[in-house]
């Protein structure tokens, strides 16, 4: 296990091309951190960086307190898992996951004895003897994710290892790697676009956007209190609804805002400071969003489409405000067509506020409201 901490880390390509901007990130040992965010966001890059395959521009990388920043590959002791498995295709998977060690002239007692464990840790003992060729999507991970077990790595990063596979495929990796995590107790840093998998192997995400970080937090932090717009949206499937508004009054305990419906919420936000007459957008998840009658209603809105998942039913209706159809989500079977005219209520204790450059506004929570 090892602490990774990055300090301004920076990479630049050129004078004007900034990928990664200066950033502080903190890894601590045994931790399991993953980073989201959207493609070309400079997740990938962070990662190399990390590993030593991509120089470092500005700021300080340290391992358990060293600078690593000139060190190579080879030096760092990490273990990287990349996108494409990088099998040997000629080699079997024992000597798939024995190539670096015997490249570091270890014993090859000591050798056997590392490979055999790896393959017992991942269920590859069966394998040992197949080629690549002869392998599953699944398997093939496996022995890729071995052959950086087998190095005893102190670190071990993951590059959108999952993304190959097939959803059912997928699955099952993710239970996989969450129970590698929990035997080896390894300190790994994942990177990944699918919030899915951050959601469910993560102790933190960290959410990276054009090369800077956002937040950082817990999966249900970042769900339950998002930092600002892109967060919000990005993290849950289907995304955070989003309705334009206008700040009517605002103070340290309540905010009132007026939807362009003419339609008065007065939500637990703490407005003060905040000028009247601001615009806002007023956030609130799928599966808060209630179907009410229409004269009691905060929106009206028209059904588009209709989803019929089984398990939950989701609702894609339109309310004429913004440029996006609201999404409803419901864990039950709603006999609904489209076309038809609903009635929308928007819970005050499960929306969001956000500014008009994108910051969500402090949520009061009720413990530190006053007594009516």
């Keep these: 296990m090892a602490q990774l901490v990055l300090d301004k880390i920076q990479k630049r390509y050129g004078a004007a091309s900034e990928v990664i901007k200066p950033l502080d990130l903190e890894v601590n040992s045994g931790e399991f951190v993953v980073v989201v965010g959207p493609s070309g966001c400079g997740k990938s890059t962070l990662l190399r ?52 060690l015997e490249m570091a002239k270890l014993p090859v007692k000591t050798i056997d004895e590392k490979v055999r464990e790896s393959a017992r840790i991942l269920q590859l003992e069966h394998l040992l003897d197949r080629r690549p060729k002869d392998l599953s999507g699944g398997q ?27 959803a059912s495929l997928r ?40 090369g800077q970080i956002e937040q950082v937090g817990t ?3 970042l769900y339950d209190r998002p930092a600002n717009v892109f967060v919000a ?51 609130i998840r799928p599966e808060h969003v209630q179907i009410t009658e229409l004269a009691q209603a905060d929106i009206e809105a028209e059904v588009l489409f209709v989803e019929q998942m089984g398990n939950e039913t989701l609702l894609y209706v339109n309310s004429g405000y913004g440029s996006e159809p609201l999404v409803m989500r419901h864990t039950f079977r ?14 005050p204790e499960n929306c969001y506020l956000f500014n008009s450059d994108g910051r969500a506004f402090v949520r009061i929570s009720p413990s530190s409201q006053p007594s009516p």
């Design 49 to 100: 960086m990390v590993a030593g395959l991509e120089e470092i521009s500005g700021g300080e990388m340290r391992i358990d307190g060293v600078c690593v920043n000139d060190d190579s590959p080879s030096e760092r002791g990490i273990g990287m898992v990349f996108q494409s498995y990088a099998l040997y295709p000629h080699m079997t998977v024992y000597q798939n996951m024995a190539f670096a």
């Design 140 to 166: 093939r991970q496996r022995v890729a994710i071995g052959r950086a077990i087998v190095r005893e790595p102190s670190l071990f990063l993951f590059d959108e290892p999952l993304s190959n596979l097939d």
């Design 171 to 210: 699955v099952q990796m993710r239970m996989e790697i969450a129970a590698l995590h929990k035997r080896i107790n390894a300190t790994i840093l994942y990177v990944t676009h699918d919030q899915v998998e951050a959601m469910t192997l993560a102790d933190r995400i960290v959410v990276l956007n054009q």
């Design 219 to 221: 999966p249900l932090d």
């Design 233 to 283: 949206q990005f993290i849950g499937s289907p995304k955070m609804n989003l309705i334009p508004g206008v700040l009517v009054s605002g103070n340290a305990q309540r905010t009132d805002v007026m939807l362009e419906n003419r339609q008065l919420i007065s939500l637990p936000m703490n407005g003060a400071g905040v000028p009247e007459g601001q615009a806002v957008r007023l956030g």
């Design 334 to 347: 709603l006999e609904i067509k489209a076309d038809r005219r609903i009635g929308l209520r928007l819970p």
